[in-house]
């Protein structure tokens, strides 16, 4: 759902490795909570996300599936959708 609550999203500083049958991209991905996100109205918030992605391809080179990797915790928190960690004392 984060890709529909943000109407600006930027990719930077995508990066490839190629493995034979799976494909792994990193890239990182800015954008503003200016559209709900599941339960969560927009903050208007800027975020940074960093992602993984791999694609998975069969014998005649299509894709055969995929899976796309990221902290969600880190996302809530840069919204300001979950409380901040306390520091231990």
Known sequence: G???SSTDIQIKDPGYV????TVLCTFTVLGTHDGPLGP???TNKQFTL???EMW???SMGRV???DLYYD?????????LLPQPTAAP
Do not use: E, K, M, R
Request: hydrophobic share 45%; aromatic share 10%.
């Open 2 to 4: 984060w890709v529909q």
């Open 18 to 21: 190629d493995a034979g049958q």
């Open 40 to 42: 969560f109205p927009a």
């Open 50 to 52: 960093t992602l993984c």
């Open 56 to 58: 998975h391809f069969d």
């Open 64 to 66: 055969a599936g995929g």
């Open 72 to 80: 969600q915790v880190s996302l809530l928190l840069q919204l300001g």
